[in-house]
């Protein structure tokens, strides 16, 4: 079967819109950032949308009111912006506030990464992941295609407490062809085998299982897993899925070494008491203004597919020796 | 005795207005001086506004169910400074009285910066300029639903430097939230000195009028006046959120605190705390 890509905001829309018919619950709130579908979702419920203009800290404090008076809320604007411009109102006003009043706000941000090519540093997002971590009870998803992306509404409308869903801008090609991942697991084993395992998350899943697929051809198997929930994944089940292999590979569309997934990761093998090998794989130095496209930014970074598989196919080589 | 939410109010209500504005400020020394690490300055400009909203008929609030849904919202932007609200909402019922002898203790609820964990209270306060775009929300939320019930914000005027509120006073009026009200403590000082030789909220009636608010002002320790302000407030609606700005003074009362540029940090010595609260007994 096969399912034609879409991006992951009209995805994830399309389902809130048809949810919002049935939920008079659901508030649909953005700070002037638009897709066609939200354009039904303002048109067909007015009553339950509100773009409160170009101003994000606004749009974190009218949702966390609204989620107060018992709204399950959608906040909607880019990944960076969403993320950093608001980060304390998110801190005290979601956060914190969650800690005492039950409240539903789930902040969609689009534009994981390098996804808005073009558009340099201001609109892409190599921090979020780090930021949103550091606030321990903010769940986030990081979905590697929009059949993943649109399941997330079932967590969002069920769960209460703040979430951050971290959508790529761009319409990514579909690894969930016949039906979406475990969610409550968190992450999906897409290959196993090998000795090392690749742990990658949103774009990156991508990258790895391309990676995967070359090796796979010399004969070199890899494991590859999607990690699209990165705070509240099965812990056991990820154990027990990467406790065969000696080495973990993390990949990133994030800052390397600055307490995104690799860091939860060295955590996470620190706590499960996993000795394997590590090679995180994100974005290397700091931010740039050079134009490319989105694989052209990535080679020059060191994390698109060349470099990480010359680093991956070092680190086999490493392991092995 | 509780005042009702009729318009006037009679000659003995007024006086027992004045007494527990009275009562309520010898308290608020009272407790900081078990915690002298409460902010007693910012609290003393807000005794009158919290007396007039909680005991002048102006908020509707069940003290045994805090979170009833048909109450007033109260959000208290200025957490810090409403030290003054811990004796009025133990007054009320909200939480047992014993709790005014451990503030800022381990295992009080009552802290140096009021939490939500304390019965009565809405939102997480302490860091300035969060409560009015959150009351924003909640007024949407209520309007949304239908809901005829006010939400009220207190704000002190320092705070008000934010931007975040500013976003929110656009939105409000843009949505005409009439059931919003903002009580600005205006008492002229926040932490390094006088706002007006920081940054200037000169006109600050005008410029809340030029972003669609309807506005007024009033002596903020004239408890009877403010109260009637409060009253008149809550009753008009025209599609707009309204403002009412109260002119206090900081330290409102306190020989040495009063209005000194740096009152917001001065803990008035105990011996000066007793000697007040022998005066005005």
């Known amino acids: 079967m096969s399912v034609r890509p879409m991006p992951m905001r009209d995805a994830l829309l399309e389902r809130v819109c048809g949810a919002m018919a049935q939920d008079r619950a659901i508030y649909f709130t953005t700070a002037d950032f638009g897709s066609p579908v939200l354009d039904r979702i303002r048109g067909q419920y007015p009553d ?35 993320t950093m411009r608001c980060f304390e109102q998110i801190r005290v006003n979601l956060a914190l506030l969650s800690k005492v009043r039950s409240i539903n ?9 390098y996804s808005y090519v073009v558009s340099g540093p201001t609109h892409q997002c190599y921090e979020d992941l780090t930021l949103m971590r550091a606030l321990p009870n903010v769940a986030i998803y990081s979905p590697a295609d929009h059949v993943t992306a649109a399941a997330l509404l079932e967590p969002c409308l069920a769960q209460a407490g703040p979430k951050y869903l971290r959508l790529d801008a761009q319409v990514l090609p579909v690894i969930y062809p016949t039906q979406a991942p475990d969610l409550a697991r968190g992450f ?21 299982l391309k990676a995967a697929q070359e090796f796979a051809a010399q004969g070199r198997a890899l494991g590859v897993i999607d990690l699209f929930d990165i705070c509240r994944f099965d812990a056991g089940a990820l154990r027990h899925a990467l406790a065969p292999y000696a080495g973990i590979v993390t990949l990133e569309e994030g800052f390397r070494g600055r307490g995104g997934l690799d860091a939860m990761m060295f955590d996470f093998m620190a706590h499960q008491g996993l000795d394997a090998r590590m090679l995180n794989i994100g974005v290397e130095g700091d931010y740039r203004f050079e134009l490319g496209t989105r694989s052209q930014l990535h080679e020059q970074v060191g994390i698109g597919l060349d470099a ?14 | 005795m509780l005042i009702s939410e009729n318009e006037a109010i009679l000659e003995g209500e007024q006086e027992w207005l004045r007494r527990k504005a009275r009562w309520v400020w010898r308290e608020t020394l009272r407790v900081h001086r078990h915690a002298p690490e409460t902010r007693l300055a910012s609290s003393l400009s807000a005794v009158e506004i919290f007396v007039a909203l909680y005991y002048g008929g102006v908020l509707r609030f069940d003290a045994a169910q805090p979170r009833w849904q048909e109450r007033d919202r109260c959000i208290i932007s200025k957490g810090h400074g409403s030290i003054c609200m811990y004796p009025i909402l133990a007054d009320l019922g909200f939480f047992a009285a014993a709790e005014l002898s451990r503030v800022c203790q381990a295992g009080g609820i009552l802290g140096g910066i009021p939490d939500p964990v304390i019965p009565g209270y809405e939102t997480v306060n302490g860091s300035l300029g969060h409560g009015l775009g959150v009351a924003t929300g909640m007024a949407l939320g209520l309007k949304g639903r239908g809901s005829e019930r006010s939400v009220f914000v207190v704000t002190g005027d320092g705070e ?22 903002l009580v600005v403590d205006n008492n002229g000082v926040s932490m390094l000195g006088h706002t007006e030789d920081i940054v200037s909220h000169d006109g600050l009636l005008d410029r809340l009028r ?36 109260a002119h206090t003074r900081k330290g409102n009362g306190v020989p040495g605190l009063e209005d000194e540029d740096l009152c917001h940090v001065m803990n008035p010595k105990a011996e000066l705390i007793d000697r007040l609260l022998q005066e005005s007994a």
């Open chain 2, 160 to 181: 008000l430097h934010e931007g975040a509120n500013w976003e929110a006073i656009m939105f409000a009026s843009h949505h005409g939230l009439e059931h919003l009200n």
């Open chain 1, 188 to 208: 999906h084993v897409h290959r196993g085998g090998g000795r090392i395992c690749l742990v990658a998350t949103g774009f990156m899943v991508h990258t790895a």
């Open chain 2, 210 to 245: 030029a972003f669609g608010w309807d506005c007024g002002q009033v002596d903020g320790h004239d408890v009877v006046a403010l109260r009637q302000a409060l009253v008149q407030m809550k009753a008009k609606g025209q599609g707009k959120p309204k403002a009412l700005v």
């Open chain 1, 105 to 113: 706000v789930n902040l969609i941000g689009v534009g994981a990464g």
């Open chain 1, 308 to 321: 990480a598989s010359r680093g991956i196919g070092r680190f086999m080589q490493a392991v092995a020796g």
């Open chain 1, 48 to 82: 339950r949308f509100a773009n409160v203009g170009i101003a994000e800290q606004n749009l974190i404090n009218v949702s966390a009111g609204l989620a107060v008076e018992g709204y399950k809320v959608f906040a909607y604007a880019i990944a960076p912006f969403i």
